[in-house]
């Protein structure tokens, strides 16, 4: 998945490069390591690739709460994929498709 996420943003660079910090060639470089953890910009990407809403949820005292929910354009009558965010830039699915 991390490939495509790739691909996705540099097929959508025009629209995307803004919001990478630094050099965008270079981010993608380290981005397709194995060893470089995603964040929300790879989320976002992951909703046109899988062409399906992401919600990212958080532990809290009341449970997992919703603090973000990427590609609306793809809300439908399936349930968001899901994923749980630990911080530092660690994420876990919370449903499997």
Not at 72 to 91: I, K, P, R, S, T
Request: hydrophobic share 35%.
């Amino acid at each position: 998945m991390r490939s495509a996420a790739v691909e996705e943003l540099n097929e959508r660079r025009e629209e995307t490069e803004w919001f990478i910090e630094g050099d965008f060639e270079q981010y993608c470089r380290r981005m397709k390591m194995p060893s470089t953890w995603g964040g929300e910009p790879e989320i976002l990407m992951l909703t046109h690739v899988l062409t399906s809403p992401i919600s990212v949820y958080m532990e809290s005292e009341e449970g997992a709460r919703n603090i973000g929910r990427y590609g609306d354009e793809y809300d439908g009558d399936e349930e968001d994929l899901a994923v749980l965010f630990h911080g530092a830039g660690h994420y876990e699915a919370l449903r499997v498709l």
